[in-house]
């Protein structure tokens, strides 16, 4: 089965607010966390990753935090706008599937983002 | 520069025939991955392409299998149809080993 998963299902917020998009995983040998956007009628689309030796690292408006004592995952979003509404998914990996390629990802069931002016 | 290319989009099948997906990646992308996304299960790894080899592949039974060709296409395929494999199978690309693949819109099956 899969071992990601999220906390919240939906998530609503109003535009120019910080969103917190949370995640949990319970695989400790996992060392490769990415973030992805889901918008409807979309495949998803990467957003930002993060290795197991870090615990922190931003992107444009964007930030993701791990805390592998407790196995989360968080992405944070600031001044989210209306643009930022889809489904966001966590995904992990680990070195033991990858080589040369990436191998196989483990998502996450997925937050709905709604943003709301 | 054209993204991941799936086709056809949309089909309709029913119980025991079989389905065949194609994938055309980024043009200079190697690797090639599926993935079958449904509401119940989520996004699940079907199968990793790498130069025409498989690196990996899921836990799904062997009807569903697949190939790549040599100018990087792959297809899948999924014989006796169920129910259950109602879904959208992505398909993905990558240059490197990274978890930044660009993933194609999809094939949305539909089994009846």
């Known amino acids: 089965g899969e071992s990601v998963g999220l906390h919240l299902p939906t998530l609503s917020v109003q535009e120019g607010d910080n969103s917190i998009i949370n995640c949990a995983y319970s695989?400790?040998?996992?060392?490769?966390f990415i973030w992805y956007k889901q918008e409807s009628g979309k495949g998803p689309q990467f957003i930002i990753d993060?290795?197991?030796?870090?615990d922190k690292r931003q992107g444009q408006r964007v930030t993701v935090l791990l805390n592998k004592t407790v196995k989360h995952l968080s992405l944070q979003i600031a001044a989210t706008q209306p643009g930022d509404s889809a489904v966001y998914f966590c995904?992990?990996?680990?070195?033991?599937?990858?080589?040369?390629?990436?191998?196989?990802?483990?998502f996450g069931r997925g937050t709905q983002l709604t943003v709301w002016p | 520069k054209a993204g991941v290319t799936q086709t056809p989009r949309y089909l309709i099948k029913t119980r025991g025939q079989q389905v065949t997906l194609s994938c055309s990646p980024i043009s200079g992308h190697r690797s090639v991955s599926w993935y079958q996304q449904t509401p119940g299960q989520g996004l699940q790894f079907l199968f990793e392409?790498?130069?025409?080899?498989?690196?990996n592949k899921g836990n799904f039974p062997g009807r569903f299998s697949g190939r790549q060709f040599s100018n990087s296409r792959s297809e899948m395929n999924v014989s006796t149809l169920e129910l259950g494999d109602s879904a959208l199978y992505l398909c993905a690309s990558s240059p490197r080993n990274t978890g930044e693949l660009f993933f194609g819109e999809g094939s949305r099956l539909t089994v009846l």
């Open positions: 695989n400790s040998a996992s060392d490769y």
């Open positions: 392409y790498f130069s025409e080899t498989q690196r």
């Open positions: 995904a992990e990996n680990y070195s033991g599937d990858r080589g040369s390629t990436l191998g196989r990802l483990y």
């Open positions: 993060i290795r197991s030796n870090m």
